[in-house]
């Protein structure tokens, strides 16, 4: 089966008539929906559920108003969905339309032949529909990866027994099974008018107490399957919290976080000291740069001629100021001023020479030849400063990663490690109850469907002394073939088909993931009680997150397709063949990473003979998605958002534009009448 074409008529939030044209090309088998959050990919993959089953998926909001609200304020009051597609070489429409004041909707099955309706629509559309896609197979078929999907985040297996019966179109089988029980009852409790003994009586009694109790037992069995699962996610959950919060790592955190104090303090005395040698040389390297500053004047650019004139002269000025205040020579003879002699004392006096001076000028001399020899202090500043930023940066991080242990450690004290042990413990002993209660309650399923089984003998055997009982006894023993010839058929259909989902997840998982993880077959209780576990390479079961789970669930809807598919020519005519049905699936990545991402529509693409995806911009990027599948993409829609508030008023509640192959296109458009989303196709032909 292949779905051709969607069109829906004021449905949800698309007003009017809206179309939607799949790919079909073997080749290129991927059609592409873009759409933002409420942009109407969850209203088409709706469309198409309801059409079919006349159903909608368990997230869909208001799923009782699917008539588009403007439309309905136009006074429209009818809406409608036609799915067009192919199966075993024929072209069939079919159309379910509904009024709003009906609480029931209108089915039809048109074969087209030559682009032409058949003259009647087909008797039975609803059992044509069945055939072609059984709606217990459906929901595998339909992944929804937001909300309540298909398989939900905690990944409840419990059902696997369940799909495994729906894929291989045991459902029929096995109604037919409890059918016939029932008749073949009849036929024992009829047996009662022939028993003068009251045997027959007796006997039909206690089956019906058996058959009572093995059906509760049965509920029973199943509940009880249900509540292992959840109690050893529950233990598994809690054994993961608590290594977070596990005393040993504890006193780890508290012996690092001690250590890192230490090395903190033992910075901060380094930092220091480095500051108080910094504070003491400080003096010197001012000194030192000072007197290397100096040791590079150059001296000869200072005036000596006084100095280099004067030195043949042996009187010094200090001498001639001494004879002229004292008005006496050194020889005892008196100088009176402006006398011959002071005079002559004065003229010596402009050629005279300072001895201090000269004393003053050879100091000068010899200290400037001492300074042009001191280094520079440039690189032990340097040495010094680097040394305290150093220290400064490896205290600060040593406080952030001491702080880092401290909310770590006080997050986890010992009250939340007895809570969580407890809890811990608790989900334990729940665990091993459960798995003594499931395999007891197997035990009693099974003694009392031996135990109806003898009594059926017992029964035979009476009918058989009873000649008036003879017809009714070769009618037993009729429906007791047909029973053998069906329970036979569903137990060999059934043996062995989880070791081939199996083997198929892990094909999908060498795929997918780049870690090493896959998946194995984790047997909790005696006889075919299991689920699917994520290991690692050491076959080891671990604890993954969201994006992993959802994984594991789209691995085992991925392997129910391809089984399906490998069963769509079985011959074994008591039981419903399988389907090659289109994998549609809306926000498959929305837990997912890129990279996985990217492989997981590559292998879905390649794996399955029609894919339908629809992504927000936040799970599809040109750079990952769109490259996993950009070869396979045979039609490509973007679905618009009309909107009558404007740009400023839109304020960037989600993206406005889509660029795809480097051409951009409209994610929004603002100012509209009314609110609503039009689907329309990205083409790169012009």
């Not at 079919?52 to 439309?71: G, I, P």
């Amino acid at each position: 089966m292949k779905i051709i074409k969607l069109e829906v008529n004021d449905f949800r939030q698309f007003y009017g008539k809206q179309v939607i044209e799949f790919s079909v090309d073997l080749d290129k088998s991927v059609t592409l929906i873009h759409g933002e959050n409420n942009g109407g990919k969850t209203a088409l993959l709706n469309a198409i559920r309801w059409c079919l089953y006349e159903e909608t998926t368990n997230n869909l909001l208001d799923s009782k108003s699917l008539l588009n609200k403007q439309a309905q304020n136009q006074g429209v009051n009818t809406f409608s969905v036609k799915v067009q597609l192919m199966h075993d070489g024929r072209l069939l429409e079919v159309i379910r339309s509904q009024t709003r004041a009906s609480s029931t909707s209108n089915l039809k099955v048109f074969e087209i032949i030559d682009g032409c309706y058949s003259d009647r629509s087909e008797e039975h559309p609803n059992t044509l529909i069945n055939t072609i896609l059984p709606k217990e197979m459906s929901q595998y078929f339909f992944y929804q990866g937001e909300g309540t999907g298909t398989l939900n985040s905690q990944n409840d297996f419990s059902h696997i027994n369940a799909a495994i019966s729906k894929v291989l179109g045991l459902t029929v089988a096995e109604k037919t099974v409890t059918h016939l029980n029932s008749i073949k009852s009849g036929y024992q409790k009829e047996l009662k008018q022939y028993d003068t003994s009251n045997e027959v009586d007796n006997l039909i009694q206690s089956k019906d107490a058996l058959q009572s109790s093995l059906k509760h037992n049965k509920v029973l069995l199943e509940k009880n399957k249900s509540l292992l699962v959840e109690a050893e996610k529950e233990y598994d959950k809690q054994v993961s919290q608590f290594a977070r919060f596990d005393k040993t790592a504890i006193d780890e955190k508290i012996k690092s976080r001690e250590q890192l104090e230490r090395y903190l303090s033992d910075y901060k005395r380094q930092r220091n000291r480095l500051l108080v040698e910094k504070s003491k040389s400080i003096p010197s390297w001012i000194m030192q740069a000072y007197g290397r500053k100096l040791g590079s004047i150059d001296l000869t650019m200072i005036n000596t001629d006084e100095l280099n004139n004067s030195l043949r002269y042996t009187v010094d000025k200090q001498l001639i100021k001494s004879i002229l205040d004292n008005q006496e020579c050194i020889c005892g003879s008196v100088v009176v001023e402006n006398s011959p002699a002071a005079n002559l004392v004065k003229e010596l006096e402009k050629f005279a020479v300072d001895p201090d001076l000269k004393l003053r000028w050879t100091r000068v001399l010899e200290l400037h030849d001492k300074l042009k020899s001191h280094s520079s202090p440039r690189q032990e500043m340097v040495s010094i400063l680097s040394q305290i930023d150093d220290c400064d940066d490896k205290i600060n991080e040593l406080k952030n990663r001491i702080k880092d242990l401290s909310h770590t450690i006080v997050e986890s004290d010992i009250d939340d490690i007895k809570a969580i042990e407890l809890k811990k413990d608790e989900a334990k002993s729940k665990c091993d109850q459960l798995r003594f209660l499931v395999p007891n309650l197997e035990h009693k399923v099974r003694v009392a469907e031996i135990d109806i089984k003898d009594i059926d003998n017992k029964i035979k055997r009476f009918s058989s002394a009873q000649p008036k009982a003879r017809k009714l006894k070769d009618l037993i023993k009729a429906t007791d073939e047909i029973l053998n010839v069906y329970e036979g058929s569903i137990e060999t259909s059934k043996r062995g088909v989880d070791l081939i989902l199996l083997k198929e997840m892990q094909i999908f998982f060498s795929q997918v993931s780049f870690n090493g993880y896959t998946i194995k077959k984790d047997t909790y209780a005696k006889g075919d009680s299991f689920t699917w576990s994520i290991v690692d390479k050491e076959g080891k079961r671990v604890a993954a997150g969201n994006g992993y789970q959802a994984m594991l669930s789209i691995s085992f809807i991925v392997a129910l397709i391809k089984f399906s598919k490998m069963r769509a020519n079985s011959k074994q005519h008591l039981l419903t063949p399988g389907v090659i049905a289109p994998f549609i699936a809306d926000s498959i990545l929305a837990f997912i990473g890129p990279d996985n991402g990217r492989e997981l529509v590559r292998y879905i693409a390649n794996s399955v003979e029609q894919s339908i995806f629809m992504f927000s911009q936040a799970q599809w990027t040109e750079t990952h998605t769109d490259k996993g599948i950009r070869d396979k993409i045979g039609k490509e829609y973007n679905l618009v958002q009309h909107t009558v508030l404007t740009e400023e008023e839109f304020n960037g509640q989600y993206p406005t534009r889509l660029t795809v192959s480097g051409r951009e296109f409209d994610v929004v458009r603002f100012g509209s009448e009314f609110e609503k989303v039009t689907i329309e196709e990205i083409s790169f032909d012009d």
